[in-house]
Nanobody, 122 residues
Framework: VQLVESGGGLVQAGGSLRVSCAAS????????MGWFRQAPGKEREFVAT????????YVADSVKGRFTISRDNAKSTVYLQMNSLEPSDTAVYYC????????????????WGQGTQVTVSS
């Protein structure tokens, strides 16, 4: 499975951005998907995850109420809608695919994209 993120960029604090992750080369509808992010000098951290059907999802406490994960299996794409962005959201955002389901732990994800940079200015 190949994953390609897009939609990152520079946005002012309080603004919104939607990042996308297009999958190819596998059965997208069978994978749980996740979004993670990594800021300079920090560990990669969990942001959001969604089940293969999209019926279940979960977001980290740090982004709850601001970020929403969704997917379109017909388009083999997962999205992360980010609202009320803060400078602390600045990071490279990665999507990942999990053959076993969905979850918050990095080690259970089998495939990763190359990441897309999101920068929030104050």
């Amino acid at each position: 499975v190949q994953l390609v993120e897009s939609g990152g960029g520079l946005v002012q604090a309080g603004g919104s951005l939607r990042v996308s992750c297009a999958a190819s080369g596998g059965s997208f509808s069978e994978y749980g998907m996740g979004w993670f992010r990594q800021a300079p000098g920090k560990e990669r951290e969990f942001v959001a995850t969604i089940s293969s059907t999209g019926a279940q999802s979960y977001v980290a406490d740090s982004v709850k109420g601001r970020f929403t994960i969704s997917r379109d299996n017909a388009k083999s794409t997962v999205y992360l809608q980010m609202n009320s962005l803060e400078p602390s959201d600045t990071a490279v955002y990665y999507c990942a695919a999990n053959r076993q389901g969905y979850g918050i732990l990095r080690r259970f994800y089998d495939y990763w994209g190359q990441g897309t940079q999101v920068t929030v200015s104050s």
